[in-house]
């Protein structure tokens, strides 16, 4: 992750799903602000105690609180699999990045470890693993230039830019 986004002291990182901000504040050190989107109420205070230098928000991929074209760089780890409607949170990722922006996406692969053993609607929560190929489909019909995925342990990299 660190490698893919190209941290920049003037710029604005947005993690989706940053949970508690641990994974966020080692691969975004660099960045101007670091910003959380973050749905679970405790996470985000555990977080915000634990990281006071990042920025909490209690949002949802489908409907990011940020301005068109204000964000340099989104992230999502092992997140996109919980949202909900994919097609918004593309959209949604598109609007609030700059032009030249990028969008990294880190997921597990469904047929691979966690992905295989925590397969759609096994448990709790809405969970839907996709394949490479299923996630740069959505990513480009919201318009992103996407190159295709990078395998990476159990999982893949995904990068679209604005
Ligand atoms: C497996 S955790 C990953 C947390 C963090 N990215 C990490 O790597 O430690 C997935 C996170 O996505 C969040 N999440 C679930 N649905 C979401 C949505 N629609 N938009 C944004 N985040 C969501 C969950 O609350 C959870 O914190």
Redesign the pocket.
């Known amino acids: 992750m660190a490698k893919a986004v190209f941290p920049n002291p003037d710029g604005t990182l947005v ?10 504040a080692q691969f975004a050190k660099g960045f101007g602000e670091i910003h959380i ?4 109420r405790r ?1 985000r205070k555990h977080g915000q105690k634990q990281r006071p230098a990042l920025r909490f928000h209690d ?4 409907k990011l609180p940020f301005k068109a074209d204000a964000v340099d760089c989104l ?5 996109f ?5 994919h097609a918004a ?1 593309a959209r949604e990722a598109y609007r609030v990045l700059r032009p030249g922006g990028r969008f990294v996406v ?1 997921e597990f692969h469904p047929r691979q470890g966690y992905g295989r053993w925590r397969s759609p609607d096994m448990v709790a ?2 969970m839907h693993f996709m394949e490479p190929e299923q996630l740069v489909a959505i990513l480009r019909d919201a318009n992103f230039r996407c190159d295709g995925a990078v395998e990476i342990d159990e999982g893949y990299i995904v990068t679209a830019t604005k």
Do not use: L, N, W, Y
């Open positions: 993690d989706i799903g940053g949970g508690t901000g641990v994974i966020t989107v973050e749905p679970s996470k949002a949802r991929a489908e992230t999502a780890v092992v997140s699999h919980h949202m909900t409607d949170a880190f929560g809405h």
